[in-house]
């Protein structure tokens, strides 16, 4: 049977099946659901409770405009071969929240009320009540870097603190680089403008991390600069389980990863971001410890292994039961 032969019959199947629950056939009717399933996905991570929740999609854009040193067409291929959309890139905005030594950490916190990339973003106040959390329960707020997607959801846009009784945690050299205006630059004008905003007015409640320290009870902080000057991942230990959160250490599981020297439209560093994407999803690889990334498809849990001369992405299958 060629290829027109089989649509033309399962077409015709179809038909017959609508023809025959238009014929008599009872059925029962359900209203269709108005709104999406909330974005909770809640696991066991050794002795600790995990949960994901999400800021919203970010619609990135156009393919070409956000990855340098690598081709159109090689872009293309990589699209099409994993089935994903020629014409647009679509990034989610996984925050995790650790339930670990007695402390309830969330790593990173979304555009707050900047619409900038589009309506969708900035819902994690909403989902985290979903999951039953109450941001004033946040005993920290743990920071990667201070781009607008990670430290935009600080505070308010009425000036009050989403998290009122954390203690936050980034890396000096991030907060000094984007709190400055004139390292920023006016291209960047807005990534100033969020920063000021969330990490001023929280200056004395910030602890500035250090490479290698062990912020909180089993989370470990490891420097993986050039996507911003401090630019940080974290190792978490629980039990006899790890979990790597990669943050921004790749964006895309496929563009970064299977051409780990692509380049990234908002790095500080393209070359040095590169260089640590190697460097840290080796060490991963090697060790077979799970990452949990930032962007990736919601809830962004996998192993990377590599392959040829980058790496590849596998999704880690749901813990539905606890």
């Known amino acids: 049977m060629d290829r027109r032969t089989f649509l033309t019959a399962a077409s015709s199947v179809a038909a017959v099946g609508t023809l025959g629950l238009t014929s008599g056939t009872a059925r029962a009717y359900a209203p269709m659901p108005s709104d999406n399933a909330p974005y909770l996905y809640r696991f066991k991570l050794g002795d600790s409770q995990a949960t994901i929740v999400s800021d919203g999609i970010l ?37 995790l929240v650790l339930n670990q030594g007695g402390k309830t950490i969330v790593f990173d916190t979304g555009m707050g ?39 935009g959801g600080v505070m308010a846009d009425d000036g009050t603190r989403n998290f009122p009784n954390a203690q936050l945690f980034i890396t000096q050299a991030d907060y000094d680089f984007w ?42 902080a490891i420097l993986a600069p050039g996507h911003t000057v401090g630019h940080t991942i974290f190792m978490i230990s629980s039990g006899n389980q790890q979990l790597c959160y990669i ?27 590169s260089h640590s994407r190697v460097k840290m999803l080796t060490m991963l690889a090697d060790n077979r410890i799970p990452i949990m990334a930032y962007h990736f498809a919601w809830p962004g849990i996998g192993n990377v292994a590599k392959q040829g001369e980058g790496f590849h992405y596998y999704p880690a299958p749901m813990q539905l039961q606890s």
């Open 59 to 95: 619609p990135l854009g156009e393919p070409t405009a956000n990855f340098a040193n690598i081709t159109k067409d090689e872009i293309q291929t990589e699209l099409r071969n994993n089935f994903l959309p020629l014409d647009k890139i679509v990034l989610q905005q996984n925050v």
């Open 179 to 220: 709190t400055d205006q004139q390292k920023v630059g006016d291209k960047f004008k807005v990534f100033w403008q969020t920063a000021t905003k969330n990490l001023v007015p929280n200056h004395d409640r910030i602890h500035f991390i250090r490479d290698g320290e062990e912020i909180l009870p089993g989370v470990h």
């Open 113 to 151: 009320g900047l619409k900038l990339f589009g309506p969708t973003t900035g819902q994690l106040m909403k989902t985290l009540r979903q999951a039953g959390i109450d941001p004033k329960d946040v005993d920290a707020v743990v920071m990667s870097h201070a781009h607008i997607d990670h430290c």
């Open 247 to 273: 943050a921004d250490l790749s964006h895309h599981p496929v563009l970064l990863l299977e051409h780990p020297l692509t380049q990234f439209a908002y790095d500080t560093d393209p070359v040095q971001s």
